[in-house]
Structure formats: C-alpha cells, structure tokens
C-alpha cells in the first residue's frame, strides 16, 4: 500500500493549529508531523510540560482549540507525547539548540526508541 502524502493543507493546518495553542500558553516544546505505518496516516505529535501526566492532555488541546474558535472538524489527528519519552528526549538532545528546525524533514533513522519513517517538523525546543 501506497504512503499517505503530508500536503500542503496539512502542512498549513499544523502550523494553524501550534499557534492557536501557543496563545492558549500550553508551551509546546516538540511539533511535528509523524508519519505512522502501524496506521497508514499523518499525526501531528505535541510535547509539552503542561501537558505531561496530566490524564486530561487532549481536552486541554481541544479546550485551547475550541476557545480559539477552530472548528474541531479541522482538528488533525494528534498524537501528545510526555516530555520524558525516548523519542522526545532524543529529539530535544539533537536538535534543541539548532537555530531553526522549521521545515526539516527526518526520515529513515531511529531517534530515542522510534524509528521515523518520515516527519516535517514545526518546532525543537
């Protein structure tokens, strides 16, 4: 079966979405693009201290999003992350004080305990 393409909607609706939740203040630290072959599809990965542990993780998301007036039909598959994940912590260790990472894609290389068939990333920090 053929890979889902990351489009340019996507793309734009990814960037939409991470900066209606940094004015919601949920200091969102890892946005990317993650590309799942378990699901043959696209999640938008987030990583916050704010959101870490805390059980209700997507309802806060979907509370910044909504308060924002985002339509939650437009809300993209999400997948949220704990900040001590292997993958995360790898991430922020190779990439945390690169100067922009906007736009990088990874691909093809394990980090942490994932391996990252493809990935467009929006922010390393």
Do not use: C
């Given at each position: 079966?053929?890979?889902?393409?990351?489009?340019?909607?996507?793309?734009?609706?990814?960037?939409?979405?991470?900066?209606?939740?940094?004015?919601?203040?949920?200091?969102?630290?890892?946005?990317?693009?993650?590309?799942?072959?378990?699901?043959?599809?696209?999640?938008?990965?987030?990583?916050?201290?704010?959101l870490d542990g805390s059980k209700?993780?997507?309802?806060?998301?979907?509370?910044?999003?909504?308060?924002?007036?985002?339509?939650?039909?437009?809300?993209?598959?999400?997948?949220?992350?704990?900040?001590?994940?292997?993958?995360?912590?790898?991430?922020?260790?190779?990439?945390?004080?690169?100067?922009?990472?906007?736009?990088?894609?990874?691909?093809l290389q394990t980090i942490g305990?994932?391996?990252?068939?493809?990935?467009?990333?929006?922010?390393?920090?």
């Amino acid at each position: 079966m053929d890979k889902a393409t990351l489009v340019n909607i996507d793309l734009e609706r990814g960037a939409e979405v991470l900066k209606l939740l940094d004015s919601a203040d949920l200091g969102i630290k890892v946005a990317l693009w993650l590309f799942s072959p378990d699901h043959d599809d696209w999640f938008l990965v987030l990583a916050s201290p704010q959101l870490d542990g805390s059980k209700h993780s997507y309802g806060l998301v979907n509370e910044g999003l909504y308060k924002a007036g985002y339509a939650i039909e437009k809300t993209p598959p999400l997948w949220i992350m704990p900040m001590n994940d292997p993958f995360i912590r790898g991430l922020r260790k190779l990439f945390g004080k690169t100067k922009s990472v906007e736009g990088m894609r990874l691909g093809l290389q394990t980090i942490g305990n994932r391996f990252i068939e493809d990935a467009y990333v929006y922010r390393i920090s």
